[in-house]
């Protein structure tokens, strides 16, 4: 295991890492042509006001005043993108063998939450929309019964192939826990 993964979760001796996700790459992408969009407009605009109003530029109330607000954008856009990378780099999804653990980042707060994969009653892949269904990305829904709920994946690569296995790991680890149960005369 990573150092980086240490730092949130605790590895059982016996746990093995089945899956290390993030969003997809396309997801950032997209986000990535809007702030490239975004930061062409000042640009834009600079032109526009050249051709059409050349005396605003060069007035010495205007101009400065013009480059403040487009600093001010330009430091807004730039923030907006750290933080849209933040929550596209930070937050992922692991399936191990006995569980699935999901850290959230957000700026200023984490959370990490963790399932028991025997716990599990219904797992979804989704796809919806034309990028998702082209570049093979989704959601995925873990349905529990305990007091945890859902547990979603946001935009991961394949959604399906991960649903699957998910259905897979979990059959495999009720049968581990039925096992153990009955040799111990508990329940699960």
């Known amino acids: 295991m990573s150092i980086y993964l240490k730092r949130f979760i605790s590895q059982k001796p016996y746990e093995k890492i089945i899956y290390f996700l993030r969003r997809d790459t396309i997801v950032f992408i997209k986000q990535l042509v809007l702030f490239i969009f975004l930061l062409a407009i000042p640009v834009g605009l600079y ?23 487009a600093s001010i954008y330009y430091l807004t856009v730039w923030l907006v993108a750290f933080t849209a990378f933040i ?21 200023f707060s984490r959370t990490i939450s963790e399932l028991d994969l025997f716990k599990i009653q219904d797992v979804t892949g989704q796809s919806k929309g034309f990028l998702e269904t ?10 529990t019964a305990g007091a945890t709920g859902r547990f979603n994946f946001e935009e991961v690569p394949n959604p399906r192939e991960v649903a699957s296995k998910i259905i897979v790991l979990a059959e495999e680890d009720r049968k581990y826990h039925l096992k153990e149960s009955n040799s111990t005369g508990g329940t699960v």
């Open 47 to 69: 032109f526009f006001f050249k051709n059409t109003f050349p005396s605003l530029l060069q007035s010495t109330i205007f101009y400065p005043l013009l480059m403040l607000l």
């Open 134 to 143: 082209m570049f093979d990305y989704g959601n995925v829904y873990v349905q």
């Open 87 to 107: 929550d596209y780099y930070l937050d992922f999804w692991v399936v191990t063998n006995d569980r699935i653990i999901n850290v959230e980042q957000r700026l």
